[in-house]
């Protein structure tokens, strides 16, 4: 076995390589047999710190003064931006009255700083980075297979559209052969009543030629023509074929009717890492919020708030004015709703824009500087409950005319995103009525809808897939349409 590549070899001289180690250059960081001490410490013995092998790395090797150079830096001055110093230095005129540290100590300090990274990097931090590449690993594999299962989900529905295309047209044969019949029979009705008279036709004929060779008086002067009879000719019957009249195809409107993709969504979830760390830099949270004010907003009934990054708050009530108060209570501005009716709902965007949903007139709109710009201009739907999400998109909840559907529409700007309405079996997320949908985003990017009919919370992610969906005793239900004329702001 060779000595110097067997793993249970023991620890051997770095000069010479053969000699078993027993001391150790805490400067030069080598091992050392006894013999080959002195030749390592011939260019100057105050150069290295020999010391047993066991006791290695235990010696500080501190920095050399630049202004004495004989000298090692064993202290920091705090006034000059923690340089190093040594005793010299921290008597002299550059450094009177200075504040000095123990190198030492602060040396001690980081140790224990290193030490407990090294053990969050180990024990925490690296095993979190591989399970969110595992997870990303697990996506990518599953990538082929969720989208070939969204391409089986799309050819059962073209087989399905294939059979009732069938459907339709066996049915439209089936009525051609009825109408076909039915054009046989008008035919073959006339076409007797016109052999009858033909029929007739002859015989008059037989008899006029036995009248005209007899000689017989009574039999001639008894003969009536029948030639008036015969002259009023019947109407000539003609049926036209029935035509088919194919519509033409729209294929916009037919890809609209076969299925809808949803757009590709990206949802980031907030990775949180606790290291039981202390955070001096984050405002600690009251035990009891603080009442910090309380605004008349003059509503007979306040509807909803809308908080803006400079303290001031938009309202509405039951009436058609919009109100906007600084945290002091004084009012600010005053702008109508477009219908001149109370508006469903209000949110402001990131631009510290007001988002109106005008339920009146179907419309969701933004005003600033008095302006006002429609961002959604809906049919057959009224729009209902707001909410912007942390990416800027628009979140509208909306009820259908009849109010029997419901639904969550994702917009960015005027552009629709996403519709979320059904669950995977086809069956409705919410109740379709026009109750109030009240409609959030959680920390997780998870859309939150509270269903005012339906007594409960359904909570969804970006794609549409509901994840919990708590039941709410009734007993224990919240109101939001409290009678209310307050706003009251707390922190």
Known sequence: MDPHSSAQDVPRCHLCETAIVNSYCDFCHVNLCKPCIGDHITDGYQKHIIVPFKE???TLIYPTCETHPQKNCEFQCEDCGNIFVCSSCTASK????????????VYKTKKEVIKRDTKDLKNQISPKYEEIAL??????????????KLTTTMSKQGEQ?????????NKMKT???EIKEKHRDILQ???NEIKQIQSLIKETLQTIRKIEKSTEVSSTIEYSS???????LPPKVKVTLPTFIPKPIDREKLYGLFGQITPLSTATEENVLSLNQPNTSVKERLDEPELVATIQTGYGRLRSVACLNDGSIWTIGETKDIKCFNIKGSLLQTIKTESGIFPSDIVVNSDGELIVSDGAIRAVYKVKNGQTEVLVKLQGWTPSQLCVTSTGDLLVTMFSDDETQSKVVRYLGSTEKQTIQFDDEGKPLYSGN????????NRNHDICVADFKWWLIRSGNSDGDTLVIPQLPRTNRLNPMVSQQTVRVVS
């Not at 026009?434 to 985003?441: A, R, S």
């Open 175 to 177: 009525e051609l052969s």
């Open 94 to 105: 550059q450094h009177k009255g200075h504040n000095f540290v123990e190198v030492t100590e």
């Open 135 to 148: 997870d990303l690993e697990n996506q990518l594999a599953n990538l082929d297979g969720g989208y070939e």
């Open 434 to 441: 026009d109750y109030n949908k009240y409609i959030t985003e």
């Open 161 to 169: 559209w294939h059979r009732e295309i069938d459907i339709v047209i």
């Open 189 to 191: 009705k006339h076409l």
């Open 226 to 232: 029948k030639i008036r009879e015969f002259s009023k």
């Open 56 to 58: 290695r790395r235990s």
